[in-house]
């Protein structure tokens, strides 16, 4: 099975700061990565799929990176309403997809 | 507007049995491949099991096989999970959730865009 580890575990982060979160695969998944963010108490949110692709309706300020095993999703200006948690998803595999551990935004 | 309505949880002995039940609104049902996620503090974000749009792929968590069962009806526009054997590991949150895609399970582009509210299962005795 492909293993998703984020870093960090969690980071602490002031509004305007640009902040920079990494999923590493335990195999190269090409471009099958996805980014979500989830606040207390609420589903998960699709930012970015496919890598690097902006959901629509998503703020600019976030933008996904990277190919094979390494991948970052960024936050340019942080704002208050993005302290949250952030996930990554792996869809390569054809048995198990997966999810790295996450990674906490919050106030610094 | 687009919707996943979750149903069937709660409280289950160790070694029973529950079903959950997803209702979808609001998009073509039958175009996109579902799965269930869960959810607990103890092991985070966890997918359970996936299904194609025609019913013809599915997969399942390794933590789950052999005990869970995923299906769907097009005609109702229903996604199930049939959970026995349940034990205290698989207390959790549990999500459903629409795929980006078609198909899953093949190597590809895919992604969660509409997750339900999710609904609670509670294994104790």
């Known amino acids: 099975d492909i293993l998703m580890t984020q870093s960090p575990s969690s980071l602490s982060a002031s509004v305007g700061d640009t902040v920079t979160i990494t999923c590493r695969s335990s195999?190269?998944?090409?471009?099958?990565l996805s980014w979500y963010q989830q606040t207390p108490g609420k589903a998960p949110k699709l930012l970015i799929y496919?890598?690097?692709t902006l959901r629509s309706g998503v703020p600019s300020r976030f933008s996904g990176d990277g190919y094979g095993t390494d991948f970052t999703l960024t936050i340019s200006g942080l704002q208050p309403e993005d302290f949250a948690t952030y996930f990554c998803l792996q869809t390569a595999s054809t048995r198990a997809l997966s999810f790295g551990g996450g990674t906490k935004v919050d106030n610094k | 507007e687009v919707q996943l309505v979750e149903s069937g949880g709660g409280l289950v002995q160790p070694g029973r049995s529950l079903r959950l039940s997803c209702a979808a609104s609001?998009?073509?049902?039958?175009?996109?491949?579902m799965h269930w996620v869960r959810q607990s503090a103890r092991k985070g974000l966890e997918w359970v099991s996936g299904i194609s749009w025609n019913s013809e792929t599915k997969g399942y968590a390794d933590s789950v096989k052999g005990r869970f069962t995923i299906s769907r009806d097009n005609a109702k526009n229903s996604l199930f999970l049939q959970m026995n054997n349940l034990s205290t590991e698989d207390l959790a949150f549990y999500f459903c959730v629409k795929d980006l895609s078609p198909i899953t399970l093949v190597r590809g582009v895919g992604g969660f865009d509409v997750w339900g509210q999710g609904t609670l299962v509670t294994v104790s005795s």
């Open positions: 609001g998009f073509k049902f039958d175009d996109y491949a």
């Open positions: 195999q190269s998944i090409s471009s099958y």
């Open positions: 496919a890598a690097s």
